[in-house]
Nanobody
Framework: QLQAFGGGLVQTGDSLRLSCVHS????????TGWFRQAPGKEREFVAA????????WYADSVKGRFTISRDNEKNTVFLQMDSLKPEDTAVYFC????????????????WGPGTKVTVSS
């Protein structure tokens, strides 16, 4: 199971850190991704990381502002979001898949409930 935490209401330029806790999944051979869905829009890829290698992937829209990392001992993946913009407002979901991380949403088998992020202007 996956559980995301850390959403909230912030202002433009603020920071938030989201956490995704893996329960019941062995973190050794998984990839975890963050996706988001803004009101009236399709869900989109944000960032992903492969647990074993730590290699991250980022969407162009968040590159340089968001950082994904993992804590193997805590079975947790973090998404540090800096310089937030109103267009980052969305429900953020974490998802996991066996093997290497990818940016392809359909390849993720495990999904947690989302956490809402609202960035006011």
């Amino acid at each position: 199971q996956l559980q995301a935490f850390g959403g909230g209401l912030v202002q433009t330029g603020d920071s938030l850190r989201l956490s995704c806790v893996h329960s019941g999944l062995s973190s050794d051979n998984y990839g975890t991704g963050w996706f988001r869905q803004a009101p009236g829009k399709e869900r989109e890829f944000v960032a992903a990381i492969t647990w074993r290698s730590g290699i991250p992937w980022y969407a162009d829209s968040v590159k340089g502002r968001f950082t994904i990392s993992r804590d193997n001992e805590k079975n947790t993946v973090f998404l540090q979001m800096d310089s937030l913009k109103p267009e980052d407002t969305a429900v953020y979901f974490c998802a996991a898949k066996r093997g290497w991380a990818t940016i392809v949403e359909e390849e993720f088998s495990y999904w947690g409930p989302g956490t809402k992020v609202t960035v006011s202007s």
